[in-house]
């Protein structure tokens, strides 16, 4: 399984970028997909998560009302728009895949580290 992900790059606060993440190596159409990120000093946290049809998302709360996250079956991409970014948006962003077909996304969510598959990172930088 190989997740790979790019748009990760500079930006002035309030502008907006769109990451992508492409999965292979199977099908991922049953599988929950979704983003985290990690700060320097800081714990990697959820930004959204998307289930398998697209029906439920769940956002971290300090980006809810800015970012979008959305799913293409049809070639196993996720995608996160970022909108109105801010200095504190600044991580490193990790595509992330479940790794058991068919699970809720809140159980994937509470499953753990191990539970997903991890892309490589995209570095976001947000300057003032």
């Known amino acids: 399984v190989q997740l790979q992900a790019s748009g990760g790059g500079l930006v002035q606060a309030g502008g907006s970028l769109r990451l992508s993440c492409a999965a292979s190596g199977r099908t991922f159409s049953d599988h929950g997909m979704g983003w985290y990120r990690q700060a320097p000093g800081k714990e990697r946290e959820l930004v959204a998560v998307?289930?398998?049809?697209?029906?439920?998302?769940h956002y971290g709360e300090s980006v809810k009302g800015r970012f979008i996250i959305s799913r293409d079956n049809t070639d196993y991409t996720v995608a996160l728009q970022m909108n109105s970014l801010k200095v504190e948006d600044t991580a490193v962003y990790y595509c992330?895949?479940?790794?058991?077909?068919?699970?809720?996304?809140?159980?994937?969510?509470?499953?753990?580290?191990?539970?997903?598959?991890w892309g490589q990172g995209t570095l976001v930088t947000v300057s003032s």
């Open positions: 992330a895949v479940d790794r058991q077909r068919g699970r809720t996304v809140s159980n994937w969510m509470a499953a753990g580290h191990n539970a997903a598959y």
């Open positions: 998307i289930s398998r049809k697209g029906g439920v998302i």
